[in-house]
């Protein structure tokens, strides 16, 4: 199943979307700009092999819901998003305001 809910932060749009697979979720936050995801995004390829495309991106480990996505730390980060002041440590909630 496919979840998809807007998600308002400080007065932000964001949407966040869930897809429950064989024993685990992927999880998703996203604007226009960038996005947090849970332990399956790939930062490594979004930084090396797609560099060209400056994807604004974080990834946190651990995470089961949607709310524990917004407020775990983030363990790695995009080049794109070091250079928006997001850094591993920061909480999903807060780097989300700052791909605004």
Do not use: H, W
């Not at 979720?25 to 797609?50: H, P, Q, R, S």
């Amino acid at each position: 199943m496919v979840t998809m809910t807007p998600i308002v932060i400080d007065g932000n749009q964001f949407t966040a979307i869930t897809v429950a697979l064989p024993k685990t979720n992927f999880m998703a936050i996203t604007n226009e700009k960038g996005y947090i995801m849970c332990g399956a995004l790939d930062v490594a390829l979004l930084n090396e092999k797609l560099k060209d495309r400056g994807i604004i991106a974080g990834r946190a480990v651990g995470v089961r819901t949607i709310e524990q996505l917004l407020e775990a730390p983030l363990e790695s980060v995009t080049y794109e998003a070091e250079k928006r002041g997001i850094t591993v440590g920061t909480k999903g909630r807060d780097a989300l305001l700052k791909m605004m």
